[in-house]
């Protein structure tokens, strides 16, 4: 495990450790995030034992994919206050998951391939839930400072975290169609990874109850 | 080449950064704007509640010094004037006829000290508070039965709770409103008055058998105490539904979730995203 994968690690303990120490005043879509959180870490752990065993860490980004997808966008689920945004959520939840299983035995093979084929729709879906979001909030303003809102700083990490995995797989793409060394994407990714968590950790640390117990369902 | 990799890498992220920041950047501000245009209108929305709950207050209060004028006029110093007369009489009466009359006075001056007492518990908006939306009406469906202006009949349904100081004071003030309409307008005979207590709900409903009105006459009447009515249960997230014909008497019903509570009434948006 490289030292920045290490890193990646010991701060994914720390956020998961903010989550878990405030986890009981912690709203439904907040404990979700925190078990995302988790998940990475886990997943993280995983990926780098596949790596040095079998030199294939496919399956592990493969899981990763939809792990994702479905804690983030349950997060999601629980912060909006439309009914029909909500629907939309879990009708997309559905799609994504039929979607996964016949990428990963059809078009993507579970065991090879990283699945562009899931990682690209779904970060579309983020920034798109991301908008939404932020439109929500502008609808109903609270009248506390916004650098106080976890909401805000969530929705600002999903914003970040897709539009860079975004680049990050486009000049993946284009790197490896022109054969291009990549290892500079390499850092990139870790460096948006790096971002992406922190700002979740503070979204978990300016975490607000008197804000957000609106969105526990 | 590497060095063209990095500065394409580089150039790509410091775009996509600065689009990020700027949009973050841009909404901030967006969301500060809609913050103060926001507390503006609560403020706007709490000095308008305050404002209305002063006027109920005044009005109930004027309507008590009414009921009180009339009930002494009409009833107290009528009686009184009648014990005076009716001791003014027994001079010169033989002892036991006397003694008959003196009985009489003061079976008619314990009543008047009776209906002193029943007045002295005064309708205003303190009453309301010690004893609640429920007790105040009935106190106030007593009087009236009492007073054979119109036959009162009353029902509660569920267990009843609390609305708050100031709503129950609205309801109260539209209920007093809805009973004067009654009184003056409706040549009514009977008016039933009921009240439910649900858990997402609260319903008053006043039926009265009058003479109605028209649709027309109802949005022709400027000022009128129907309009006040609904205003009224608007201002504490109720809604005031009121239902006549001609002849068929008027149904004004106000319900109000008692969960829901007004940003303007407790300075609070519980429905925020934050």
């Known amino acids: 495990m490289s030292i920045i994968a290490l890193l990646y690690c010991l701060l994914l303990i720390v956020v998961s450790a903010i989550g878990l120490t405030w986890y009981g005043r912690l709203t439904v879509p907040f404990k979700i995030l925190t078990f995302s959180v988790l998940a990475v870490l886990l997943i993280n752990v995983l990926s780098a034992i596949y790596s040095s065993k079998y030199k294939n860490n496919a399956p592990i980004l493969q899981a990763e994919s939809i792990i994702e997808y479905l804690f983030y966008s349950a997060t999601y689920y629980y912060l909006f206050k439309s009914k029909m945004i909500r629907m939309a959520i879990i009708g997309s939840m559905i799609l994504v998951t039929i979607f996964f299983f016949i990428n990963a035995l059809f078009l993507q093979p579970f065991h090879k391939v990283f699945p562009t084929n899931i990682y690209l729709p779904t970060q579309v879906l983020y920034v798109i839930f991301s908008l939404l979001l932020f439109k929500q909030m502008l609808l109903y303003p609270v009248n506390i400072n ?19 995995m975004f680049l990050t797989l486009g000049l993946t793409n284009y790197y490896s169609a022109h054969k291009i060394n990549d290892y500079a994407i390499y850092y990139f990714w870790y460096f948006s990874s790096f971002i992406f968590h922190i700002l979740i950790g503070v979204s978990l640390l300016a975490y607000n109850r008197k804000i957000n117990t609106a969105h526990a369902r | 080449m590497p060095g063209e990799n990095i500065s394409t890498l580089i ?3 410091a775009v996509l950064f600065a689009g990020i920041t700027g ?6 501000i967006l969301y500060r704007n809609k913050q103060l245009i926001n507390k503006q209108e609560q403020e706007r929305l709490q000095s308008e509640f305050r404002n209305e709950i002063l006027r109920a207050q005044i009005e109930m209060q004027e309507q008590t010094l009414t009921n009180i004028s009339r009930e002494i006029h009409d009833n107290i110093s009528q009686v ?32 008047t000290i009776n209906d002193l007492r029943n007045l002295s518990k005064s309708l205003s908006f303190e009453y309301i508070a010690v004893n609640g939306l429920v007790k105040t009406i009935e106190t106030e469906v007593e009087r009236i039965n009492n007073s054979g202006l119109l036959g009162l009949s009353m029902s509660i349904e569920g267990e009843s709770y609390s609305l708050g100081e100031q709503h129950e004071l609205v309801l109260f003030r539209i209920f007093q409103e809805a009973l004067n309409n009654t009184l003056k307008h409706a040549s009514a005979k009977h008016l039933k008055i009921s009240l439910q207590y649900f858990n997402h709900l609260f319903t008053l409903t006043l039926e009265d058998d009058g003479d109605g009105f028209s649709k027309e006459l109802r949005y022709n009447q400027s000022g009128s105490g129907l309009k006040n009515m609904e205003n009224r249960a608007v201002l504490i997230g109720a809604v005031a539904t009121i239902e ?9 019903k106000i319900s109000l979730n008692p969960l829901e509570q007004q940003v303007y009434a407790d300075g609070n948006y519980p429905n925020s995203p934050g």
């Open chain 1, 146 to 164: 916004i650098v106080k809102q976890s909401v805000f700083w969530y929705n600002t990490a999903m914003l970040f975290y897709a539009t860079t």
């Open chain 2, 11 to 13: 150039l790509a992220t």
């Open chain 2, 23 to 28: 949009f973050i950047i841009y909404f901030i």
């Open chain 2, 80 to 111: 009184l004037s009648f014990v005076k007369l009716d001791l003014a009489l027994t001079d010169g009466m033989a002892e036991p006829d006397k003694q008959q009359k003196i009985n009489s006075s003061r079976e008619l001056l314990s009543q």
């Open chain 2, 244 to 252: 006549s014909s001609p002849g068929k008497g008027c149904c004004i």
